[in-house]
């Protein structure tokens, strides 16, 4: 007798013999095949059965039923009666046959210890296409089977220190029950005992969107706990590494995605292959067709291949062809020191075996040619991967179009004419094909997550396959259109789709397809909006990135739009999820338009005629708020700002790329420029300061008043002082300071003098500078401006003690300390001491010195002032030099070497000199190879870990 074997563990499968049986194909033959299967030696009852089946029929209806499905069962069951005893009462699966069930093999090896066989056996939920009562309880009770069985090998693994499998099974564990925190809990801990802190922060992260999303709730204390726990735990850890795990196996900084994933795993075999084998490889396709989530899915699987990293270059919100090597610059960190960035970008990665995505590149094709044939031609080991409508040109490019997902067959589906709604014209195996489709599968996974208790059932089936085909399996038209499941059944959905549809012949006969029916479905998202919610809608298209809820009602309220109106309609436009909700590190609420709604929406607005306007709008509000958060002429800056500046990057960049445009208020943007100097030097983008700031010179610099041209030049000039283009930095001031004297600004007078003073002091135009300063002196006492007063005699100080006098130096120096009494005075109080420091060390008082510059530091990097940081820890290497530290001096040499890197710092002249003295000398004393070490290391030091490294008290030598 031929051995039966019963595959019940996800999907059915049947073999008699080595002969796979197909003729079970129906959910409910399946069925009863289980239920017989699992009770056998027991005679189960025709009546028992017919209930168990057929609940809801009549008691003949459901008999009458249980007779025809035995008929088929016995029909299609090979030797089915050496299998069955039937009588006229009772049915039964004869135990002492040979069947091999893979239940029992499963609940055998749970209960003999053997986890990791029990976990292979369970290949699925118990019959997941069956629906009937009787499975609910068993498909329960093996499902907590299973839950125990991974518990236990995650514990095993654990214990083995194998945090690699243990990790697995954790993910495994949550993927079936990801509401158990105490599961995220234990996945956190895993990752730091294995060293890996980028997965102890991706475990946190989605444990909190997990509960955000299902349950409204926030991780509790305990989680927030073990979170924190886990990251110093990952730092202790650090040399134990997961080289199998993609993801964590080397440096990226490829953005997390919090949806799943879905399909494309053959799309993703086949740009592996191609990004392995081609080094220029571009992803081409419709908009919202999945290019870049292609792309940053394949670019996770090849962390572990680019030695040197896997880096993402966001291209979307640049429209500037001259602004794409500073974005490449800084996703690589290398920052800003001088133009032209393409020798920096080229010596950063003519070395290195490096992944580079440069994502949304259809705005920018030629320069983006440009950047990529200068790259690869100069750096061998470095590939592109490049996202793009269109194909980018570039010598030795490889194309590869993403397709759409599948769409699924509607053949086994039938409906009344007019109707979305549709009938089942076959089984639950129609049903199972359905759902297994793609689309389907990214449309109800996008669906639950506005709605958890959506499903595709038999009465909806057939509206999402409608949805699915009608957006040609686009997964952003797929998505927006899951998203309103929340107002719409699916039947409706599919209804407007249809509608939307038609607007197509009245589109560009070029536009490709998909381009069209994305088009479509915005349209119908659009439709859906009151004029009110329109209006908000196309106006919130002037934000990049986001805006804060008091930027969008700064900008967006007028012509049928109260302020009072702004919260309940963005609240509106937020539940139709045509804007996102996101949240800030300060906990700040960000809303944001996905950038093809942003871009349809701005169609929208200059359709209405309101782009002009509101656009303006845009550049006043990101004016006043540069204004209000602008560092003072101390270079204090207010708490907070620095962090609210850098999140508004990309809006102050649109601003002032619109105040350069026709019907862009020109002096706005001037004023906007004028302002920013400071938030540039901490951002570490001041030649791109400086170029706003020609151009709008250039343009409205004559029109505008005296007093604001003024203040625009001092602000060039400041810029120029900072790249060490003294000619232009003096050109600026002195035009500066000519405006301010007529004008009788006495203030702007000061402020300028005191600037060029320092300026000739690191000429060594000693004389000059103490002109300058003298007469800015007298000025700032006049003024009763303390702050300045003492923040002048510390500059003084300094150009005499660089003129060897250190009695005068230091008289100086100590007046201008004695002056700083009030907290506004702290970065006055840590130039001082920076300088007194430099006195200290120079007479030989080493102690004395590191006593000064470690004040200084500390409050400079209070204030994040990032320039006087980088001064801070050159300092910091000197002192290591002098006292013989050479170990050190490297490393505080390599992170103030990427500090100033970073913010676009460059070194005069004469202050190099000790620089290349010191740098001479610490060479000499290690050896070219251990010194290029230790500089390594501390250029892979993080700012804070640099600062506290200078802060630490060496150990005596």
């Known amino acids: 007798m031929q051995v039966l074997r019963v595959h019940l563990l996800g999907e059915f499968r049947l073999y008699h013999g080595d002969q796979s049986v197909t003729t079970l194909n129906t959910a409910r033959l399946q069925s009863l095949l289980a239920y017989l299967v699992l009770h056998r030696g027991q005679r189960q009852p025709r009546y028992h059965l017919a209930f168990q089946f057929w609940p809801d029929s009549s008691e003949s209806q459901a008999h009458t039923n249980l007779r025809h499905l035995l008929h088929l069962l016995r029909r299609a069951l090979p030797d089915a009666d050496d299998w069955l005893c039937v009588d006229g009462a009772t049915l039964l699966w004869r135990a002492e046959v040979p069947c091999e069930l893979d239940v029992v093999a499963f609940e055998r090896a749970v209960a003999g210890g053997r986890p990791r066989e029990a976990i292979d056996l369970y290949r699925g939920d118990l019959l997941p296409s069956c629906y009937d009562d009787w499975i609910v309880p068993e498909r329960e009770r093996l499902h907590q089977l299973l839950l125990q069985a991974l518990e236990q090998v995650i514990r095993e693994a654990e214990e083995g220190q194998d945090y690699r499998t243990a990790i697995a099974h954790a993910q495994r564990l949550l993927r079936i029950d990801p509401l158990r925190e105490e599961t995220h809990r234990h996945l956190i ?301 699916v039947q409706q959905i599919a209804g407007r789709l249809q509608d939307a549809l038609r607007l197509l012949s009245s589109g560009s006969p070029g536009a490709p397809p998909h381009q069209q029916t994305m088009r479509a479905t915005m349209d119908w998202s659009h439709a859906l909006l009151t004029a009110a919610e329109q209006a908000l809608f196309r106006r919130l298209s002037v934000f990049v990135r986001g805006a804060s809820f008091e930027a969008v009602e700064g900008v967006c309220c007028g012509e049928g739009i109260s302020e009072a109106d702004v919260l309940d309609l963005l609240s509106s436009v937020v539940d139709k999820s045509l804007v996102s909700v996101e949240l800030a590190a300060d906990e700040e609420t960000r809303f944001r338009l996905h950038e093809v709604a942003r871009q349809y929406a701005y169609a929208r607005l200059v359709e209405a005629g309101e782009e002009a306007r509101v656009r303006n709008r845009h550049l006043a509000f990101f004016c006043r708020l540069a204004e209000a958060l602008e560092p003072d002429l101390l270079g204090k800056m207010p708490a907070g700002a620095a962090a609210s500046m850098m999140r508004e990057h990309d809006n102050l960049r649109a601003a002032l790329e619109w105040s350069t ?184 008082d080493l102690a004395w010195a590191r006593s ?25 290497a000197y002192l290591a030099t002098a006292r013989g530290q050479f170990e050190r001096a490297a490393r505080l040499f390599g992170a103030a070497e990427r500090l100033g890197e970073s913010i676009g710092t460059l070194m005069a002249p004469s202050e190099r000199v000790e620089h290349e003295r010191d740098v001479a000398a610490v060479t000499a004393a290690l050896g070219e190879a251990a010194f290029a070490a230790e500089r390594a290391r501390g250029r892979a030091m993080a700012q804070d870990e640099a600062i506290a490294y200078a802060l630490e008290q060496p150990r005596p030598q």
């Open 189 to 489: 801990r895993l990752h730091a005992l294995a060293g890996d802190r980028i997965g102890v922060v991706r475990a946190y992260d989605t444990c909190a969107t997990v509960l955000r999303r299902e349950l409204d709730i926030e991780p509790t204390a305990e989680t927030r706990e073990t979170y924190r726990c886990g990251l110093t735990m990952a730092a202790r850890h650090s040399t134990t590494r997961l080289p199998s795990m993609p993801t964590n196996a080397g440096p990226n900084n490829l953005p997390l995605s919090l949806t799943r994933f879905i399909g494309r795993e053959r799309e993703k075999g086949e740009v592996e292959r191609l990004v392995a084998t081609h080094r220029l490889l571009t992803l081409t396709g419709a908009g919202g067709v999945g290019k870049t989530r292609l792309a940053i899915a394949v670019a996770s699987e090849l962390c572990g291949v680019f030695a040197d990293g896997v880096w993402h270059v966001d291209l979307a919100p640049l429209s500037d062809p001259a602004l794409v090597a500073q974005a490449v610059a800084t996703a690589l960190g290398i920052g800003e020191a001088a133009f032209p960035l393409l020798p920096q970008l080229i010596a950063h990665l003519q070395p290195k075996h490096t992944l580079l995505i440069l994502d949304n590149c259809e705005r920018l094709v030629e320069a983006v040619r440009g950047l990529a044939e200068a790259l690869l031609g100069a750096a061998p080991r470095l590939h592109l991967l490049v996202t793009s409508r269109a194909v980018v040109g570039a010598g030795g490019e490889v194309t590869w179009r993403v397709p759409s997902l599948p769409i699924p067959d509607l053949s086994h589906w039938t409906a009344p004419a007019g109707s979305t709604s549709g009938s089942q014209a076959g089984d639950d195996e129609a049903l199972a094909a359905l759902c297994r489709n793609a689309s389907v599968q990214v449309f109800a996974d996008r669906a639950a997550a506005v709605l958890p208790t959506f499903t595709v059932t038999a009465g909806n089936a057939r509206a999402v396959g409608l949805v699915c085909r009608r957006l040609d399996g686009v997964p952003l038209a797929l998505e927006l259109a899951a998203a309103r499941v929340k107002v719409l059944s």
């Open 852 to 876: 000064l510059y470690a004040r200084s530091l500390t409050v400079l990097h209070e204030l994040r002032n990032a320039w006087g940081m980088f001064y801070s820890l050159e300092a910091f």
């Open 661 to 844: 445009q026709e019907g862009g208020d020109a002096q706005l943007g001037l004023q906007l420029a004028a302002a920013l100097p400071g938030y540039w030097e901490l951002s570490g983008l001041a030649a791109e300061e400086r170029n706003w700031l020609r151009r709008l010179l250039a343009t409205a610099g004559r029109a505008a008043p005296p007093a604001m041209r003024a203040r625009a030049l001092r602000a060039a000039g400041k810029l120029a002082y900072y790249q060490c283009d003294f000619c232009e930095a003096r050109s600026s001031f002195e035009q500066s300071l000519m405006l301010d004297r007529e004008l009788d600004n006495k203030p702007g007078v000061a402020d300028t003098l005191a600037r060029l003073g320092f300026m000739f002091s690191v000429q060594q135009d000693y004389a000059a500078a103490e002109g300058v300063y003298r007469e800015s002196l007298a000025l700032s006492q006049a003024l009763g401006d303390r702050s300045a007063v003492a923040r002048l005699l510390s500059e003084l100080g300094y150009t005499f003690f660089r003129q060897g006098d250190h009695a005068q130096a230091r008289s100086l120096l100590e007046e201008s300390l004695a002056m700083c009494r009030d907290p506004d005075d702290r970065y006055v109080e840590a130039r001082a001491r920076h300088f007194l420091g430099h006195l200290a060390r120079f007479e030989g």
